[in-house]
C-alpha cells in the first residue's frame, strides 16, 4: 500500500505538475492507495468552498483512509523523534513524525513532496516512492 501525503494531494487538487502528482495520476488506478485520518483532515482543512469540500472528501473516501492515532502509535512515534534528534535529524511537525511512523509500523510505503520525510527514510528506512 501507498500511503499518499497531504503534500502529494495538495499539489494534485490544484493541478500542479509535480513528479509526485504525475505517478499519482498514472498510478492511481494500477496501485493500492491511501491516507491516514490525519491527512484526510489536513486536505480537507485547505478547501474553502463547501461544494468542492463535499467533491474533494467524496473523492478521498473512495481510497482507503486508515486511523491513525490511538497510544501506541504516540509511544512510537515519540521513539522516533527521540532516536533521530539522537542522529542530529530535526523533525519540524509532529503529524509529519505521526504519519511517518504509521507508515513504518504498518510497512506502507510513502508518496510525499515534503523534505521533512527525508530523515525518516535516511534515519529509520521509510520506505518512499520515488516518482
Not at 495538495?10 to 495520476?25: M, N, V
Not at 463547501?50 to 492515532?69: H, I, M, P, T, Y
Not at 490511538?70 to 535529524?89: C, D, F, H, K, V
Amino acid at each position: 500500500m501507498v500511503i499518499v501525503d497531504t503534500t502529494v494531494w495538495i499539489d494534485y487538487l490544484r493541478d500542479a505538475k509535480t513528479p509526485a502528482t504525475a505517478w499519482l495520476e498514472i498510478e492511481m488506478d494500477r496501485q493500492r492507495l491511501g491516507l491516514t485520518d490525519l491527512i484526510l483532515c489536513e486536505v480537507l482543512q485547505g478547501v474553502r468552498d463547501a461544494r468542492q469540500f463535499a467533491a474533494v472528501r467524496d473523492n478521498l473516501l473512495n481510497f482507503a483512509v486508515f486511523s491513525a492515532g490511538g497510544t501506541e502509535l504516540a509511544i512510537q512515534a515519540a521513539q522516533n523523534y527521540r532516536a533521530l534528534r539522537i542522529r542530529g535529524y530535526t523533525v519540524r511537525r509532529t503529524i509529519d513524525c505521526l504519519i511517518a511512523t504509521f507508515c513504518l509500523m504498518n510497512n506502507h510505503d510513502l508518496l510525499h513532496s515534503d523534505r521533512d520525510f527525508d530523515p525518516f527514510e535516511r534515519g529509520l528506512g521509510l520506505r518512499v516512492v520515488r516518482p
